[in-house]
């Protein structure tokens, strides 16, 4: 039989805010236990929630930016169940009236070709604490810190149908809140989790198959893998004549596969009720007009401007714009030196190649957007070739020079475009080399345009790099073709 | 609608009270004749009517985001029944 | 000096003629030498006091006094006071030392007011009798055999025995009223958000509300003064100016008009405390105002959509009390179940878990549509009646109880102490303002007269029970108790 997987996501993205949803304690990572953690956040009796503009306003950003309608009034709920990670017994959240509704995000596939995946609505909560698993006379230790921290839950339609979508869709969303500004989307760190519904049906088949949760797949590559295992072991289930029961799975990545988490588990209840605390959220035409003002252009539209105005192709204009530093790195650069596709390969070749072996983030690199571009300069007006152009970048890499041509100069790498110092060159190089000349002559004219090769690299040589290749050429034919 | 021990049993465990079955079986006597009073409210036609959460028909007002709280934990953790280096403590808990 | 108002008092402290420590240590040894009969306070906080009072003293003499510093008061448990108990009136909280000052108290502080300890209550506020406390009943010093009425039972009975000349105290569905009525004394429940509920301890968070409670409004509005106001650290507590209450405690009364609820004298109201109460209307009518029956419709629905709501948010509000952070914890859990519900069975009380299982019960899916979503369409109907009663009104005037105090041990069954909030219950879900004041007596326990007025209307209920006390002088009465063990 034929099996369609259907998959939707729930993305918990950390807010960028300075302070807690509801309370001013810091958000900073990485704090002593509970130094953090605030009366409010401790859920101390009498404590009372009030809500961040910030995260607010990040939420409205998201909304925005997924073109998704913004509620005129959201309401907060209370979550209730015990766990000792939940002071207060509730979780915060937004059940009935989320903050932002229906919206959509178009994902780029490895064919380049797109597709829409639509988002259920997005809603703002306040994260948990940690529970700490080292050996505390057989106790469990409770910090705080993070209790209390914005999360913005997007929650997606079940619109993916295989592993690669729903990673596309996760960097998609993941491009889009770093974009903004929203998150620093750092997966490591738990800035961004995924929850990830799985279910497969008989391909044809209308109504869905019955969902399984997996837990915590905290990063794109978890996705893809946790995905894989789950369509594969529903498929087989089914196949043997068992069914899949709704259940919450985690996925283990040290053994590459999804395990149910409580098998005993009640159904949980709720018991969610407006958050008598806080009172409705609402926001006006003139507020959404003015965050909609301050939007950053975001990839989508990135990539659809790189393609179509910048020329370049589908493939570089996507994996340009898939970061905000990236795409400003070489917007940057392009800037500078005026050229869409030299930039490009640029940032996309030497740069990145660079970046890569250094396991250095584009935000980090020891070259500048500017010092790319103007190296780029330096190669389009012809004052260094292509070769030289890499002993630049180089050179500017491990901070031999503050600029391209600071390092032209001083590395003397100046293209010699002197005809009559070439010429002198290639005298001297015909001289040195009778053996390869008298080969040259005797060959057949069509294997002659090959062995000109050597000539030119010993001219270049000579050169120490610096001749023009295309004069070097064009002079060489010209001086040995006179010898015949 | 009558309540039954279950829902008693049920509403103890949610809410996390150990109940004996003495209590129990005294809770769902109490709670049948407080939900048998609160039963009236079916009779009110409320077709309409939407539900009011707060007494006055007030809006969120938002804090700047500032960090305002700086580390207080000692304090806060003078009233804690079991703490270690600055973690509370509770039994072990199994993922 | 214990049969004084608060306003007298301060006066006197103006005048020199009395210093805070000398006013402080009067009252202190008054709770010492009686409250072992009353059981009105839970903690006493001497030594804190005295260091107020000194200070007071101070402030006074270098010219930095306001009306009310140096003037003693007590706080009912349930405001979170940092460095002193906050019981709550529960086991629960037994060891419970509050690390911060609810803001109230903290504007207190600020106003120089002497705290003289905290007082006894309902357990978490949950009853009508003060018989729910873990620190035992409170007794209403008009009878012994009576209770004070609740929740804050233990700040009314201590005013009326003269342990203290004010008190706050909070209410959620009558709990300043009714004990103010059962005590003979005047409590004032403010509008819902005029006073922070920020360090109070929750019990249903959409309905709670503090206020003063006091031998006159004169002083009630001195206390709300000090306590009314925007908090930015309260959600539900509104940006809106706050006038000097005591600015219009003298406008004349005649034009009034005053609307009487004939629900509010039907079936089960005391037929004393009904005639009480029409002889305190015509005590109005003989200032110039006019009466006129109202009707409040839904009057009937308000005890069965409180039983719901309140329940509902204090299931929810209750869950922190966990046994991890604070409070009580059961000796050597077995696992962290077991320390949940070992530690909440062990530290609430039976009101608090009949409660909560109400609570958790009507929220659980199945039941919440008809229970919770249905409450609060029949709170909207409840709070419309009262709008609709004011296009016509300024006021409206009742009875704060249908009876005056009932005997301690005589409400076994829960659903018959709940009715004995019938007049004062509709109030809280409505948001509005609500004052009782001493009206008379029957068979020698207080009756109180309940006035209510629109949101926000505290300065006309104020003034309105300002020129009653002018007067009568219900209010200015003691029992024998405050004399006898003077």
């Given at each position: 039989?034929?099996?369609?997987?259907?998959?939707?996501?729930?993305?918990?993205?950390?807010?960028?805010?300075?302070?807690?949803?509801?309370?001013?304690?810091?958000?900073?990572?990485?704090?002593?236990?509970?130094?953090?953690?605030?009366?409010v956040?401790?859920?101390?009796?009498?404590?009372?929630?009030?809500?961040?503009?910030?995260?607010?306003?990040m939420?409205?950003?998201?909304?925005?930016?997924?073109h998704?309608?913004?509620a005129?009034?959201?309401?907060?709920?209370?979550?209730?169940?015990?766990?000792?990670?939940?002071?207060?017994?509730?979780?915060?959240?937004?059940?009935?009236?989320?903050?932002?509704?229906?919206?959509?995000?178009?994902i780029?596939?490895?064919?380049?070709?797109?597709?829409?995946?639509?988002i259920?609505?997005?809603?703002l909560?306040?994260?948990?604490?940690?529970?700490?698993?080292?050996?505390?006379?057989?106790?469990?230790?409770?910090d705080?810190?993070?209790?209390?921290?914005?999360?913005?839950?997007?929650?997606?339609?079940p619109?993916?149908?295989?592993?690669?979508?729903?990673?596309?869709?996760l960097?998609?969303?993941?491009?889009?809140?770093?974009?903004?500004?929203?998150?620093?989307?750092?997966?490591?760190?738990?800035?961004?989790?995924?929850?990830?519904?799985?279910?497969?049906?008989?391909?044809?088949?209308?109504?869905?198959?019955?969902?399984?949760?997996?837990?915590?797949?905290?990063?794109?590559?978890?996705?893809?893998?946790?995905?894989?295992?789950e369509?594969?072991?529903?498929?087989?289930?089914?196949?043997?004549?068992?069914?899949?029961?709704?259940?919450?799975?985690?996925?283990?990545?040290?053994?590459?596969?999804?395990?149910?988490?409580?098998?005993?588990?009640?159904?949980?209840?709720?018991?969610?009720?407006?958050?008598?605390?806080?009172?409705?959220?609402?926001?006006?035409?003139?507020?959404?007009?003015?965050?909609?003002?301050?939007?950053?252009?975001?990839?989508?539209?990135k990539?659809?401007?790189?393609?179509?105005?910048?020329?370049?192709?589908?493939?570089?204009?996507?994996?340009?714009?898939?970061?905000?530093?990236?795409?400003?790195?070489?917007?940057?650069?392009?800037?500078?030196?005026?050229?869409?596709?030299?930039?490009?390969?640029?940032?996309?070749?030497?740069?990145?190649?660079?970046?890569?072996?250094?396991n250095?983030?584009?935000?980090d690199?020891?070259v500048?957007?500017?010092?790319?571009?103007?190296?780029?300069?330096?190669?389009?007006?012809?004052?260094?070739?292509?070769?030289?152009?890499?002993?630049?970048?180089?050179?500017?890499?491990?901070?031999?020079?503050?600029?391209?041509?600071?390092?032209?100069?001083?590395?003397?790498?100046?293209?010699?475009?002197?005809?009559?110092?070439?010429?002198?060159?290639?005298?001297?190089?015909?001289?040195?080399?009778?053996?390869?000349?008298?080969?040259?002559?005797d060959?057949?004219?069509?294997?002659?345009?090959?062995?000109?090769?050597?000539?030119?690299?010993?001219?270049?040589?000579?050169?120490?790099?610096?001749?023009?290749?295309?004069?070097?050429?064009?002079?060489?034919?010209?001086?040995?073709?006179?010898l015949? | 609608?009558?309540?039954?021990d279950?829902?008693?049993?049920?509403?103890?465990?949610?809410?996390?009270?150990?109940?004996?079955?003495?209590?129990?079986?005294?809770?769902?006597?109490?709670?049948?004749?407080?939900?048998?009073?609160?039963?009236?409210?079916?009779?009110?036609?409320?077709?309409g009517?939407?539900?009011?959460?707060?007494?006055?028909?007030?809006?969120q007002?938002?804090?700047a985001?500032?960090?305002?709280?700086?580390?207080?934990?000692?304090?806060?953790?003078?009233?804690?029944?079991?703490?270690?280096?600055?973690?509370?403590?509770?039994?072990?808990?199994?993922? | 000096?214990?049969?004084?108002?608060?306003?007298?008092?301060?006066?006197?402290?103006d005048?020199?003629?009395?210093?805070?420590?000398?006013?402080?240590?009067?009252?202190?040894?008054?709770?010492?030498?009686?409250?072992?009969?009353?059981?009105?306070?839970?903690s006493?906080?001497?030594?804190?006091?005295?260091?107020?009072?000194?200070?007071?003293?101070?402030?006074?003499?270098?010219g930095?006094?306001?009306?009310?510093?140096?003037?003693?008061?007590?706080?009912k448990?349930?405001?979170?006071?940092?460095?002193?108990?906050?019981?709550?009136?529960?086991?629960?909280?037994?060891?419970?030392?509050?690390?911060?000052?609810?803001?109230?108290v903290?504007?207190?502080?600020?106003?120089?007011?002497?705290?003289?300890?905290?007082?006894?209550?309902?357990?978490?506020?949950?009853?009508?009798?003060?018989?729910?406390?873990?620190y035992?009943p409170?007794?209403?010093?008009?009878?012994?055999?009576?209770?004070?009425?609740?929740?804050s039972?233990?700040?009314?009975?201590?005013?009326?025995?003269?342990?203290?000349?004010?008190?706050?105290?909070?209410?959620?569905?009558?709990?300043?009223?009714?004990?103010?009525?059962?005590?003979?004394?005047?409590?004032?429940?403010?509008?819902?958000?005029?006073?922070?509920?920020?360090?109070?301890?929750?019990?249903?968070?959409?309905l709670?509300?503090?206020?003063?409670?006091?031998r006159?409004?004169?002083?009630?509005?001195?206390?709300?003064?000090?306590m009314?106001?925007?908090?930015?650290?309260?959600?539900?507590?509104?940006?809106?100016?706050?006038?000097?209450?005591?600015?219009?405690?003298?406008?004349?009364?005649s034009?009034?008009?005053?609307?009487?609820?004939?629900?509010?004298?039907?079936?089960?109201?005391?037929?004393?405390?009904?005639?009480?109460?029409?002889?305190?209307?015509?005590?109005?009518?003989?200032l110039?105002?006019?009466?006129?029956e109202?009707?409040?419709?839904h009057?009937?629905?308000?005890?069965?959509?409180?039983?719901?709501?309140?329940?509902a948010?204090?299931?929810?509000?209750?869950?922190?009390?966990?046994?991890?952070?604070?409070?009580?914890?059961?000796?050597?859990?077995?696992?962290?179940?077991?320390?949940?519900?070992?530690?909440?069975?062990?530290?609430?009380?039976?009101?608090?878990?009949?409660?909560?299982?109400?609570?958790?019960?009507?929220?659980?899916?199945?039941?919440?549509?008809?229970?919770?979503?249905?409450?609060?369409?029949?709170?909207?109907?409840?709070?419309q009646?009262?709008?609709?009663?004011?296009?016509?009104?300024?006021?409206?005037m009742?009875?704060?109880?249908?009876?005056?105090?009932?005997?301690?041990?005589?409400?076994?069954?829960?659903?018959?102490?709940?009715?004995?909030?019938?007049?004062?219950?509709?109030?809280?879900?409505?948001?509005?303002?609500?004052?009782?004041?001493?009206?008379?007596?029957?068979?020698?326990?207080?009756?109180?007269?309940?006035?209510l007025?629109?949101?926000?209307?505290?300065?006309?209920?104020l003034?309105?029970?300002?020129?009653?006390?002018?007067?009568?002088?219900?209010?200015l009465?003691?029992?024998?108790?405050?004399?006898?063990?003077?």
């Amino acid at each position: 039989m034929q099996w369609e997987t259907v998959i939707g996501l729930e993305v918990h993205v950390q807010l960028a805010t300075h302070s807690k949803i509801f309370s001013g304690a810091s958000t900073a990572f990485g704090a002593e236990p509970n130094s953090q953690a605030c009366a409010v956040d401790l859920g101390l009796p009498g404590v009372l929630p009030v809500l961040n503009e910030q995260a607010v306003a990040m939420a409205v950003q998201f909304g925005l930016a997924v073109h998704a309608d913004i509620a005129e009034v959201s309401v907060f709920d209370r979550k209730n169940y015990f766990y000792p990670d939940l002071p207060k017994g509730y979780q915060t959240s937004q059940m009935y009236h989320p903050i932002v509704g229906p919206g959509e995000v178009e994902i780029t596939l490895d064919d380049d070709t797109t597709k829409r995946i639509r988002i259920h609505h997005a809603h703002l909560e306040e994260d948990a604490g940690k529970s700490l698993h080292e050996d505390f006379h057989g106790m469990t230790g409770i910090d705080l810190n993070r209790a209390g921290t914005p999360l913005l839950e997007i929650v997606s339609e079940p619109d993916m149908r295989s592993a690669k979508e729903a990673a596309a869709y996760l960097k998609a969303i993941h491009s889009i809140v770093t974009y903004l500004g929203i998150s620093d989307g750092n997966m490591a760190e738990g800035s961004m989790r995924c929850d990830v519904n799985v279910s497969v049906r008989p391909k044809g088949q209308e109504t869905f198959g019955t969902r399984a949760e997996i837990k915590n797949v905290n990063s794109f590559r978890f996705v893809e893998r946790a995905i894989a295992f789950e369509v594969e072991r529903q498929i087989e289930l089914i196949e043997d004549g068992g069914t899949v029961v709704q259940e919450t799975r985690l996925f283990d990545p040290e053994r590459d596969e999804t395990r149910s988490m409580r098998t005993k588990e009640e159904a949980n209840d709720y018991r969610y009720f407006p958050c008598p605390d806080l009172l409705p959220v609402v926001l006006d035409q003139a507020y959404l007009d003015h965050l909609r003002g301050q939007l950053p252009e975001l990839p989508a539209d990135k990539r659809e401007r790189f393609q179509h105005e910048l020329g370049l192709s589908a493939y570089d204009a996507s994996v340009l714009s898939a970061s905000r530093d990236m795409a400003e790195f070489f917007e940057e650069a392009h800037r500078v030196c005026g050229d869409a596709k030299q930039a490009a390969n640029w940032v996309q070749g030497e740069l990145s190649g660079a970046l890569n072996r250094e396991n250095l983030s584009i935000s980090d690199s020891p070259v500048s957007a500017k010092q790319l571009g103007e190296l780029v300069v330096r190669v389009l007006d012809d004052t260094i070739n292509g070769k030289a152009a890499k002993q630049v970048f180089q050179a500017i890499w491990h901070g031999e020079g503050d600029s391209a041509d600071a390092v032209i100069e001083s590395k003397g790498l100046k293209q010699v475009t002197d005809s009559g110092a070439i010429e002198a060159m290639i005298d001297q190089v015909i001289a040195d080399s009778p053996a390869q000349v008298a080969q040259y002559r005797d060959a057949e004219p069509e294997k002659r345009g090959k062995m000109i090769g050597y000539f030119v690299g010993q001219v270049m040589k000579a050169s120490r790099g610096t001749a023009n290749p295309q004069q070097v050429n064009g002079l060489l034919k010209d001086k040995l073709d006179a010898l015949l | 609608m009558a309540l039954e021990d279950s829902h008693v049993r049920r509403a103890a465990h949610l809410a996390r009270l150990a109940v004996s079955d003495e209590q129990a079986s005294d809770f769902v006597e109490d709670l049948s004749r407080i939900l048998d009073m609160v039963d009236q409210l079916q009779s009110v036609n409320t077709d309409g009517v939407s539900p009011l959460a707060h007494p006055l028909d007030a809006t969120q007002r938002l804090r700047a985001d500032e960090v305002t709280e700086s580390n207080q934990r000692d304090n806060f953790q003078r009233c804690a029944p079991a703490v270690e280096n600055g973690l509370y403590l509770v039994p072990r808990v199994v993922e | 000096m214990h049969d004084k108002t608060l306003t007298q008092l301060a006066n006197a402290l103006d005048s020199g003629e009395l210093s805070s420590r000398e006013l402080t240590e009067h009252y202190l040894q008054r709770i010492q030498q009686s409250d072992a009969m009353l059981n009105s306070f839970i903690s006493v906080t001497a030594d804190h006091a005295l260091e107020q009072a000194d200070a007071a003293d101070q402030a006074r003499a270098k010219g930095n006094a306001g009306f009310l510093t140096g003037l003693p008061l007590a706080l009912k448990d349930i405001f979170c006071t940092q460095n002193i108990k906050t019981s709550c009136g529960s086991k629960m909280l037994d060891n419970f030392i509050a690390p911060f000052d609810a803001t109230v108290v903290e504007k207190l502080k600020a106003a120089g007011t002497v705290t003289l300890g905290k007082t006894n209550m309902d357990e978490f506020a949950m009853g009508s009798s003060n018989e729910s406390s873990y620190y035992g009943p409170v007794k209403n010093p008009w009878d012994l055999t009576a209770v004070p009425g609740g929740s804050s039972g233990g700040s009314a009975a201590a005013i009326a025995a003269g342990l203290t000349p004010a008190a706050l105290g909070t209410d959620t569905g009558g709990s300043i009223r009714q004990p103010a009525a059962f005590c003979g004394i005047t409590g004032l429940k403010p509008t819902y958000g005029r006073v922070s509920r920020y360090g109070i301890i929750a019990y249903a968070s959409s309905l709670d509300q503090a206020g003063p409670m006091a031998r006159s409004a004169e002083d009630c509005a001195h206390l709300l003064n000090a306590m009314a106001g925007h908090d930015a650290r309260d959600s539900t507590s509104m940006a809106r100016g706050v006038p000097d209450y005591t600015d219009t405690l003298s406008a004349p009364l005649s034009g009034l008009k005053i609307g009487l609820p004939q629900e509010y004298f039907g079936e089960g109201l005391d037929p004393d405390v009904e005639k009480a109460v029409r002889e305190a209307v015509s005590v109005y009518e003989s200032l110039g105002a006019t009466v006129r029956e109202v009707s409040l419709p839904h009057t009937h629905y308000a005890i069965p959509a409180y039983y719901v709501i309140a329940p509902a948010e204090a299931s929810s509000n209750l869950s922190r009390f966990d046994g991890v952070r604070f409070g009580h914890r059961c000796d050597n859990p077995s696992d962290l179940i077991d320390l949940y519900k070992r530690s909440r069975a062990e530290g609430f009380g039976e009101e608090v878990q009949r409660r909560i299982l109400i609570g958790t019960h009507t929220l659980s899916e199945g039941f919440f549509d008809a229970y919770y979503t249905k409450a609060q369409k029949v709170r909207r109907l409840i709070r419309q009646d009262f709008l609709d009663a004011f296009e016509d009104v300024d006021v409206l005037m009742g009875p704060a109880s249908p009876t005056p105090a009932f005997d301690l041990g005589a409400n076994k069954d829960p659903v018959s102490m709940y009715l004995q909030d019938i007049y004062t219950i509709a109030v809280n879900l409505a948001g509005i303002p609500g004052i009782s004041v001493p009206a008379g007596f029957v068979h020698g326990r207080p009756v109180g007269l309940q006035i209510l007025g629109t949101h926000f209307a505290e300065a006309q209920l104020l003034n309105v029970a300002h020129q009653f006390q002018q007067i009568t002088d219900w209010h200015l009465q003691r029992p024998a108790f405050a004399e006898e063990s003077a």
